[in-house]
């Protein structure tokens, strides 16, 4: 999740199911959104990957990879990718872990 807020994004908070609805930014990408217990979670538009940046995180005990509404075969393509740290070949973001925000 990229974030938590208070207010439904959709204006439809309470008559949601799990269908990942999608609101734009200024720049025209989409994130997702889903309300669970009338919490409404706003995800990233594209994945935070990190599997060929392990060597930099060696201060890390453990990762837990959070999928939404992928396929069962793309749950397995990261996971493997992950496991052989290999190189994401689509969009993707570091979020703030090189930024050098703390």
């Known amino acids: ?9 959709l204006g439809k ?8 609805s999608t609101v734009t930014d200024r720049k025209n990408a989409a994130f997702f959104v889903d309300c669970i217990w009338r919490v409404p979670r706003l995800y990233n538009s594209v994945p935070l990957y990190l599997a060929d940046r392990m060597d930099a995180l060696q201060y890390v005990d453990f990762f ?5 509404k992928e396929t069962p ?6 996971l493997t ?3 052989k740290k290999a190189e994401w070949d689509g969009p993707k973001t570091r979020g703030l872990l090189f930024r050098g925000v703390q």
């Open 1 to 9: 999740p990229l974030m938590t807020v208070r207010n439904c994004p």
């Open 13 to 20: 908070c309470g008559g949601c199911k799990r269908d990942f």
């Open 64 to 68: 837990t990879l959070y999928f939404t």
């Open 73 to 78: 075969e793309a749950c397995l393509d990261v």
């Open 81 to 83: 990718r992950y496991q």
